[in-house]
């Protein structure tokens, strides 16, 4: 059969045109599932609530969230990188599930750099470095003296040498050159509570956990993960100003299915980015320790994930700790 001159111009002139938009041109048409990776009422399920509530309204459709515990991420983010790549399904991403698990854990059933693109980063979270109050140190200078005093005569409790506390104190061991022995928990609560008992003497904790126990003279800061202090938690000084370089915080944020439309990704880019930048979204998030990331764009948002692949790859090199 022959095509038709006119035939041939219709279809080169279609193929000019954004197909993804003409085929999602009425995205949102159904409520969106968010899958958060974490169990219900905890701080990263009450953050992706907060931003969920505003994007419903943002998009004129529910955005409810989906819950879907497990391995350390890996439960929810396979399901998020098995979903259909339409925009109505998202991940909300944390660290764990985007960068450390590729160096962590030996047959990941999903591939971050391959099956998701990041849509926005939307709030960041530094850990403390605390101690029992009795503890002879009341910084990370005089920390690092005792510790060379008395070799592998202090203990920090962290949630595994897999999870970011492990990694981060295994990372802070190494570049302070001290000989501190870590102790794993399964549940940090009983972390904290040896701590405060006076039975190991150190912690790496996420703000939500340390700043109750730090207000009721429980804990006394040392130092923060982050290169810069945190709003409310000023008195702990960063690592940085005694080990240059070191910055280390957990964050959380939202990720797509490879494949997605580049429209709806950029509407959910700018639609996010809205509400990052608003003081009704900073201020709750403030109170829980965690810090908006503000707005960038979908390159910008891809590009910082990416430069953290090298970050953690030298960190999980460098302490020696392989992937099981």
């Given at each position: 059969m022959?095509?038709?001159r006119?035939?041939?111009?219709?279809?080169?002139?279609?193929?000019?045109?954004?197909?993804?938009?003409?085929a999602?041109?009425g995205?949102?048409?159904?409520?969106i599932k968010m899958i958060?990776?974490?169990?219900?009422?905890?701080?990263p399920?009450?953050?992706?609530?907060?931003?969920?509530?505003?994007?419903?309204?943002?998009?004129g459709?529910?955005?409810?969230?989906?819950?879907?515990?497990?391995?350390?991420?890996?439960?929810?983010?396979?399901?998020?990188?098995?979903?259909?790549?339409?925009?109505?399904?998202l991940?909300?991403?944390?660290?764990?599930?985007?960068?450390?698990?590729?160096?962590?854990?030996?047959?990941?059933?999903?591939?971050?750099?391959?099956d998701?693109?990041?849509?926005?980063?939307?709030?960041?979270g530094?850990?403390?470095?605390v101690?029992?109050?009795?503890?002879?140190?009341?910084?990370?200078?005089?920390?690092?003296?005792?510790?060379?005093?008395?070799?592998?005569?202090?203990?920090?409790?962290?949630?595994?040498?897999r999870?970011?506390?492990?990694?981060?104190?295994?990372?802070?061991?190494?570049?302070?050159g001290?000989?501190?022995?870590?102790?794993?928990?399964?549940?940090?609560?009983?972390?904290v509570?040896?701590v405060?008992?006076?039975?190991?003497?150190?912690?790496?904790?996420?703000i939500?956990?340390?700043?109750?126990?730090?207000?009721?003279?429980?804990?006394?800061?040392?130092a923060?993960?982050?290169?810069?202090?945190?709003?409310?938690y000023?008195?702990?000084?960063?690592?940085?100003?005694?080990?240059?370089?070191?910055?280390?915080?957990?964050?959380?944020?939202v990720?797509?299915?490879?494949g997605?439309?580049?429209?709806?990704?950029?509407?959910?880019?700018?639609e996010?980015?809205?509400?990052?930048?608003?003081?009704?979204?900073?201020?709750?998030l403030?109170?829980m320790?965690?810090?908006?990331?503000?707005?960038?764009?979908l390159?910008?948002?891809?590009?910082d994930?990416?430069?953290?692949?090298?970050?953690?790859?030298?960190?999980?090199?460098?302490?020696?700790?392989?992937?099981?």
């Open positions: 022959r095509t038709s006119r035939t041939l111009l219709k279809s080169a002139a279609a193929s000019l045109l954004p197909a993804p938009a003409i999602q041109s995205w949102p048409s159904q409520p958060v990776t974490q169990a219900a009422g905890g701080t399920d009450i953050v992706c609530r907060l931003v969920c509530e505003r994007l419903s309204r943002a998009l459709q529910q955005v409810f969230v989906e819950n879907r515990p497990g391995a350390g991420n890996v439960v929810g983010a396979q399901a998020a990188a098995r979903a259909a790549p339409d925009g109505n399904t991940l909300w991403a944390t660290a764990a599930s985007l960068i450390t698990n590729v160096f962590t854990v030996k047959a990941l059933p999903y591939d971050p750099r391959r998701f693109v990041t849509v926005a980063r939307a709030a960041r530094p850990f403390l470095l101690a029992n109050p009795g503890l002879p140190a009341n910084n990370l200078p005089e920390l690092i003296a005792l510790a060379k005093a008395k070799p592998r005569g202090l203990n920090v409790a962290t949630d595994g040498p999870n970011f506390s492990g990694l981060v104190a295994a990372w802070l061991i190494r570049s302070a001290v000989d501190i022995n870590p102790v794993p928990y399964s549940a940090m609560p009983q972390g509570q040896d405060i008992g006076g039975r190991v003497e150190l912690a790496i904790l996420a939500p956990s340390a700043g109750p126990q730090m207000a009721a003279g429980m804990l006394k800061p040392i923060i993960t982050s290169a810069q202090r945190a709003p409310g000023e008195q702990a000084a960063p690592i940085a100003d005694t080990i240059p370089g070191f910055d280390f915080y957990g964050w959380l944020g990720s797509a299915p490879a997605v439309p580049r429209p709806i990704l950029e509407r959910l880019n700018q996010i980015s809205k509400i990052l930048d608003t003081a009704e979204f900073a201020g709750p403030a109170k320790g965690f810090y908006s990331m503000g707005g960038a764009s390159e910008k948002a891809n590009a994930v990416e430069a953290e692949f090298a970050v953690w790859r030298k960190v999980v090199t460098d302490i020696g700790l392989e992937p099981e």
